[in-house]
């Protein structure tokens, strides 16, 4: 069984703060790793890929992959209440077509 | 717009009365996923498929199956559904996770199996 860690949470960090996720994995053959944003009662929307150890930064994001380490972690900058969500990691297997999801991550950003 | 649709939204059956969760995509997608969640076991994948009539198990397919026969669509049928596959699914599409596309998801069927 593959698995994919996750501190449930919940997070709290204030507005413009920024929120640090993490998450480990324990195949490692895996070579995509995705992070997701899951609002409360809703389908999980994509926030970005990496597949290469470094930061890969979009906007307020960046995910951040250590392989050696075996995690990955998602660093969200100037942190605002409409950030609060379920953040989901993801991590293929060593199929590559099989995909794993952590539990989540709870973040709560406080006005 | 491009969109992952799923059906029903809501379903509460009885045990053991068929049912299939149709899934559709728009995005010319190949590859298509099922996945289950449930509160503090995170999203665990059901089947999968790669192509039309390429499909394969994930981590949960007990209990499941599924068909590819056009590129689009991609049912989920349980055949004789039980108390234990109540859930939360959700429809994935991708043209290609393993290269580092994303999924983009369905809105989700919450299904009760009483």
């Known amino acids: 069984q593959k698995e994919v860690e996750q501190n449930s949470g919940p997070l709290s960090v204030p507005e413009g703060a920024i929120a640090s996720l993490n998450c480990t994995y324990s195949d490692r053959v895996s070579q995509s790793f995705f992070w997701y944003r899951q609002y409360s009662g809703k389908s999980p929307e994509l926030i970005m890929s990496?597949?290469?150890?470094g930061d890969k930064e979009d906007g307020r994001f960046t995910a951040q992959l250590n392989k050696a380490s075996q995690y990955v972690s998602l660093l969200i900058r100037d942190s605002q209440p409409s950030d609060s969500a379920t953040y989901l990691c993801a991590v293929n297997g060593d199929n590559f077509n099989k995909f794993y999801f952590g539990s989540g991550t709870k973040l709560n950003v406080k006005p | 717009e491009a969109q992952v649709t799923q059906n029903p939204r809501y379903l509460i059956t009885v045990t053991g009365k068929k049912l299939t969760v149709t899934c559709s995509q728009n995005?010319?997608?190949?590859?298509m996923s099922w996945y289950r969640q449930d509160p503090g076991l995170g999203l665990r994948q059901i089947y999968y498929?790669?192509?039309?009539?390429?499909?394969d198990k994930g981590d949960v397919p007990e209990g499941y199956k599924v068909s590819r026969k056009e590129k689009r669509n991609f049912p989920l049928i349980l055949e004789s559904p039980s108390p234990n596959q109540t859930s939360l699914y959700f429809c994935?599409?991708?043209?290609?996770?393993?290269?580092?596309?994303?999924?983009?998801f369905g809105s989700g069927t919450r299904l009760t199996v009483v």
């Open positions: 994935a599409s991708s043209s290609g996770p393993r290269l580092g596309y994303g999924y983009t």
């Open positions: 995005m010319n997608h190949e590859y």
């Open positions: 990496i597949y290469s150890n």
């Open positions: 498929s790669m192509n039309v009539e390429v499909t």
